[in-house]
Structure formats: structure tokens, C-alpha cells
């Protein structure tokens, strides 16, 4: 079970945080500037925290007291932004690749075929990424995050821009994943019919945490006025 | 025409070209990743040579390569021969002459490619070496090709670096812009204009190459 304790100071924002992911499928939510990017960026090891501590599984990957800083690369996670950032030289099925280039030939063009397919993309896995649609790169984007069979899965708005169908189709398809997900969103029409746990944060603190119906109906109030500033 | 002195040039050139590739694609690398405070000293070193006049340069690397220096004994030794007023000396001088025709261009390439790439590819496992074989050249190919031009050119048309650390043996150091000097000074004018119009359209061939690939591939600067 992934557990996470960060305390992260900038000179305009600080953020401090502690949570287990107890469910598979986690939602981070909150206002705009709330540090939810921030938080994920930390945990993919992108950006280096004042002091902190996570865990995924039995490994430790950032531990500041003892020193401990697990390189991005080694974390077993898989992170995807809003903007997915495709190696534009490379087709859809290069960038699937790119990540397991340490498996032979054929394990890794079947890897591929399989990661393209489970996000239906396989009709596009020769095209050159500058060629996709933005439903298209996500896709792609979401096939080379899962295709190292990374732990823990960091979405941050994936499914913003999509038109509904595509959007419906992406999340249907990534709820059947077996990955943990932390799923970061201020959309609340989006969440609410995930079967996740929700961290609401605010200012770069956790307010609340629980099940995602109970904290939605219990700081409903609350959390309409903040998303509304 | 002095066709020994148009090999060496084209021999200089060539050499010069490859050596300034293998040396300025890390350093550019370098310069563009980095977060050292070293960087901006080492970024200054590198333009150095376009601020300073050649015979300068010529005259430090003369001195540095001479037999009253423990590195010009050294070289020596290392190559059997002495380096100033060498070929060995022209690639040397060449080399620290234009160098930041190579840097410069391969760093504002490598500069321009967005973070968010470097990053997923740091996520994917990639390290240094895959992230710069792998994600920053297959992206600065244009830059690849513009330091490669400028390079070229910028050796090919080299005087007072190469005069001072190779002087003018013919076949040895005698380049194209310094047999045009000699043939100037035998007041033969129509051979030194030959000679300077083979310069002209070497220069202008490879920029009308570097343009017209600039233009096909759409690239907005170098």
C-alpha cells in the first residue's frame, strides 16, 4: 500500500501532506494552486522535497531523515500530465517502447501490441505522434506510462479536453487496470462516479480524506465555495 | 590553382568538423542541463574565441605547443613531432578557434526541446546518455547540421590562427587563405582571385545547403 508523508517548501507555496492510498483508486481534489500537480511531481521523484517520506509497497522510495531518494526512473510509477508529452520524432508505438527498451525483441513488440490494444490504439501504433489527435496522444501517453508495469499510476486531469465519448471510453478502460491510481481532478462531474478514495487538499494541506461520496456529501458546501473562487 | 593547398584545407575542415561534434554535442549537452556554477564560466570560455582576435589565439597556442612548455614537450613526445607548424597544430588551433560555432548552436537546440520530454523520459528509466542519444539529438538535428556548416566554414576561411601556429609549409600548413596571401604577395592577383572565389562557393554552398534544408524541414532558427 503506498504510503506518503511530504512536507515540500517553496519560496511562494508550501505543502504538507500525509496519506496511506488504502483504495485502489485514489482522487486528489481540490481549488486551482491547492499543490495537487506539485504533490504528484514530488512523488514521481521529479521535483525534490524539503522533507518527506514515501513507500510504495515494501520499498522506500524517498526517506530525506536517512538520505533516501529513489531516482524518477526507478520508482515504479507511471505518470501522466494533462498535456501528454509524446516523443515527437517517434511513432505511437516507438514512444510505447521507449520505456522498455531492457526487454528482448519479442517481449517488448508484444508488450506494446498489448498496451496499445488495451487502450485502443492499435490503429494508430505506426502513426508519428505529431500525426495524433489529442484523444489519440493521450491514449498513447497512457499505453507508455503502464507499459514498464509500473506500481502506482499518476494522473493528473488526463481526461481534460476530451469530448465526453472519449473521456467515458478512456476512464472505463483505465478503471479495469489492477495499478493503484492517484488521480488528481477539480472536475467533480468526473469523480463522482469513481470508486475511490478522496484527499481533498486546500492550500497545500489534506482537510479531508475518505470515501468519495462521504467527504463530497459531507464538506459539500465547502468544497462547491472553494472550487467556485 | 593549388590543389595541395585545397586538399589540406579540405582535410582541416573535415578533421576539425568531426572533432568539434565530438566535443561539442556533451559540452553543449552539458551547458543546457547542467545546474553547476561552473556553467556560465565554462559558456564564457567556450564563446571566448569569437571575442578575441585569432593572432592572439594563434600566439597563446604557439607558446603552449613550443618546446619551452612541460604540455608543448608533452604533445611532442606523444606525437613524434613537434605540434606547432604541424597539421597536428592547424586541427588544435581549428579546433579552439571554433568552437563556439559548434556550442552555440548545439546548445540553443538543446535549449529549445521542452522540459516535459526530458522529464518523461526520465520517468521512463532513461539516464543521461539514452536521454541525449535517445530524446535531445534525434530533436536538434537542425542544430546538428548548422554547427556541422558553420564549422566547416568557419575552418575553411581560417587565416591568423592558422598562420601563427602552422606558419606556411606547403602541404603540410599551407591552407587556401594562406596561399592566397602568398600569391597576393607575388602580385598574382588573377591566381589569389581564383583561389578566393573557390572559398567564396565553398562557404556559400554549405549555407545554401544549411538554408534550403532549414527551409524544408521548417525549423524556426538554429
Redo the contacts between chains.
Sequence with gaps: MPDIRIRHCLSHFSLDTEFSLENQWTVIFGPSGAGKTTLLRVIAGLEEPASGRIQLGGRILLDTANGISVPAGRRSIGYVTQQPALFPHLTARENVAFGIRHLDRDRRAKRVAEMLRLFGAEAIADHPAPHLSGGERKRVALARALGPAPELLLLDEPLAGLDDASAQDILSRLLSLKVHVLYVSHDLAEIWRMPAAVIFLESGRVTAVGPLREVLATHRERLLRQLSV | MDLQALWLTLRLATTTTILLLAIGIPLAYWLASARSRLRPIVEAITTLPILLPPTVLGFYLLVLLGPHTAFGRLTSRLLGHPVAFSFSGLIIGSVLYSLPFAVQPLTAGFRAI?A??I?????????RL?ILT??FL??SVHSVVAASALCFTHTVGEFGVVLMIGGDIPGTTRTLSIAIYDQVQEFSYSAANRTSLLLVCISACALILLYTRRARVGAPHA
Excluded at chain 2, 119 to 127: H, I, M, P, V
Design positions: 521542452d516535459a520530454l522529464e518523461q523520459g526520465r520517468l521512463l528509466g532513461a539516464g539514452r535517445g530524446v534525434p530533436l
